[in-house]
Every structure is written in structure tokens, then in C-alpha cells.
């Protein structure tokens, strides 16, 4: 399995921004999908992720009410709308996905890693 993320950039505090993560390859292994975030000198963080159907949704406290993830099983893509952005959001962000359920992604480290897209937030 790929997975190719796009859509990152730098904007100012108060934006939009939607990140993409297409899957491609064997996707039929995949079940939740995900994104994770990693901010200079920090450890990389769960964000949010998304069950197959789309019905269930799991989002990091930090990222609540802002941030809301889709995905669309016939482009095999994963969404990640971003608004209201802080400087604290400043993060590589990762497309994640995973064989297994998606809140597997909120305690342990997804099967598949994207590459990451650079989000800039200044305020």
C-alpha cells in the first residue's frame, strides 16, 4: 500500500487548509485511515482517523471542533479539513492507514505511513 498526501502550505493563523492522502496498491487491506502530525522537536502525534464507512470518527482533544476528517472509498482517499489554524498546528502532518479498526491508529502505530506534508501556521 502507498499513500501519497498533499495539500500542506504555510498560512496564517485563522485559515483553512484541506490535506488529501491517496491510497493506492493492495488497498483492499485497508480499514481505518488516519492522519499523525509531528511538530519540530516533538514526537509524532495521533491527529484523527476514520473507520471504512466513514461512520466513525476519532480526533486528538487538541484538534477537536477545528479539524474534521472524510474519506471517499472510490478514490481511495483520505480527507483532512483543517480550519480555524493556530501556529500550534505547525506540523509535517502523515497520512496513515491501517488493517485494522481505526481507533487501533489512537493507541498504537498505523501498518502504513505516507510521506509527510508540511503545514506552516504563523501568527
Known amino acids: 500500500v502507498q499513500l501519497q498526501a498533499s495539500g500542506g502550505g504555510l498560512v496564517q493563523a485563522g485559515a483553512s487548509l484541506r490535506l488529501s492522502c491517496a491510497a493506492s496498491?493492495?488497498?483492499?487491506?485497508?480499514?481505518?485511515m488516519g492522519w499523525f502530525r509531528q511538530a519540530p522537536g516533538k514526537e509524532r502525534e495521533f491527529v484523527s482517523s476514520?473507520?471504512?464507512?466513514?461512520?466513525?470518527?476519532y480526533y486528538a482533544d487538541s484538534v477537536k471542533g477545528r479539524f474534521t476528517i472524510s474519506r471517499d472509498n472510490a478514490k481511495n482517499t483520505v480527507y483532512l479539513q483543517m480550519n480555524d489554524l493556530k501556529p500550534e498546528d505547525t506540523a509535517v502532518y502523515y497520512c496513515a492507514a491501517d488493517r485494522d479498526a481505526a481507533a487501533s491508529m489512537t493507541t498504537r502505530q498505523p501498518d502504513y505511513w505516507g510521506q509527510g506534508t508540511l503545514v506552516t501556521v504563523s501568527s
Open positions: 476514520i473507520s471504512w464507512s466513514g461512520g466513525t470518527t
Open positions: 496498491g493492495r488497498t483492499f487491506r485497508i480499514y481505518g
